[in-house]
């Protein structure tokens, strides 16, 4: 691969087991488990498009860069496909969507009085993640005045945490990855509790080739009907939910 970018933040890993067909790079996050684990290459992202290249006879390649600098790199000439996109700018193609996002507010099951709405939240401690402003719908930046504390933060281990020490009143965050460090800190705990106020977000991935998106979008297709994409989905969420 050759690239005329030149970034600190920007860093390839290539693919994890030999492979025998041409590369297909993908311009993706930074570390956000469940959906990628850079030192490790695995998580449910990756290892999709890792499968959807597979059965389009390419080897995937990921170039790691933080979300929001994966159109501004794509523009430039980085990478096959730019993930995470919800539009398609002059000039590009839109895969079908191939990962959903579904954001919540969590808190505490005995909090008082309790959350049923988004107006709700005047007067808590909230702590989001990084750009949820951008991300969520406008009624929820204009409530973020209202908030007595407010934070968003790109490190989202620590949430649950804080929010099982009462430290905050609310989190907003993607519930799979809510849900993978709510296990690993508190395994068995039942104590709080999600509002699906948001719905969920699907995304895209952005192309140049039209004829590379269509395979993609063939690939992505039969991987869906397949066992293997259950078991993924079961593997990294317990459940069938995307």
Not at 2 to 10: G, H, N, P, R, S
Request: proline content about 7%.
């Amino acid at each position: 691969m050759k690239y005329a970018v030149t970034t600190l933040l920007l860093f390839c890993c290539w693919p994890a087991q030999p492979c025998q067909w041409p590369e297909l790079s993908f311009l993706v996050g930074v570390e956000k488990p469940p959906y990628i684990e850079v030192a490790t290459q695995s998580g449910y992202e990756l290892e999709l498009l890792q499968q959807v290249s597979l059965k389009m006879h390419r080897c995937a390649v990921f170039i790691h860069s933080p979300n929001g600098r994966l159109l501004e790199l794509f523009k430039q000439g980085v990478a096959d496909f730019a993930s995470l996109q919800r539009s398609t700018p002059d000039g590009t193609y839109a895969t079908l969507p191939y990962i959903s996002y579904e954001n919540v507010v969590i808190t505490r099951s005995d909090l008082q009085p309790p959350l049923q709405t988004l107006d709700d939240l005047t007067g808590r401690r909230v702590m989001a993640f990084q750009n949820a402003r951008q991300f969520l719908p406008p009624a929820y930046a204009e409530l973020v005045p209202r908030f007595s504390s407010y934070l968003e933060v790109v490190e989202q281990h620590q949430l649950p945490a804080m929010l099982l020490k009462g430290r905050i009143d609310a989190l907003v965050m993607d519930k799979n990855i809510f849900e993978y460090y709510y296990r690993q800190i508190a395994p068995g705990d039942q104590s709080l509790q999600q509002l699906p106020l948001f719905g969920k977000n699907s995304y895209h991935l952005l192309g140049r080739d039209p004829w590379l998106v269509q395979r993609f979008d063939q690939a992505l297709q039969l991987f869906q009907l397949s066992k293997e994409y259950q078991q993924l989905q079961l593997k990294y969420f317990q459940q069938v939910n995307q």
